[in-house]
């Protein structure tokens, strides 16, 4: 069964630090751009950020920039995302998703901004 599986979520102090990681489980993530997002209790589900097949694009939301980094590494079927400086504010289930592109997120809309392949979600909280 081809499916993306996150893992790396968890609960961290305020300015600590987490790895989220996104491996494909039967399919090859190398022609596809890997998104993540995150969902908090009430909210929408929010881009987070984006990169693209051969990793020489990356996008992020303004509130993540400088703080976050996505990355992948093609011979472990992984897409990453290095979070810095946590804040309470970033506390959600954050999930991972592929398709042929970024979203447009002039045209994308939540819950599924146009992406077709969704991981199940892997929960981070940031509380002291």
């Known amino acids: 069964q081809s499916q993306l599986v996150e893992s790396g979520g968890g609960l961290v102090q305020p300015g600590g630090s987490l790895r989220l990681a996104c491996a494909g489980s039967?399919?090859?993530?190398?022609?596809?751009?890997v998104g993540w997002f995150r969902q908090a209790p009430g909210r929408e589900r929010e881009f987070v950020a984006c990169?693209?097949?051969?990793?020489?694009?990356?996008h992020y939301v303004d509130s993540v920039k400088g703080r976050f980094t996505i990355s992948r590494d093609s011979a472990k079927n992984t897409v990453y995302l290095q979070m810095e400086s946590l804040k309470p504010e970033d506390t959600a289930v954050y999930y991972c998703a592929a398709d042929f592109g970024c979203p447009v997120l002039t045209v994308d809309n939540p819950p599924d901004y146009g992406m077709r392949h969704w991981g199940q979600g892997s929960q981070v909280t940031v509380s002291s």
């Open positions: 039967g399919f090859s993530l190398d022609l596809l751009y």
């Open positions: 990169i693209s097949d051969n990793a020489d694009s990356t």
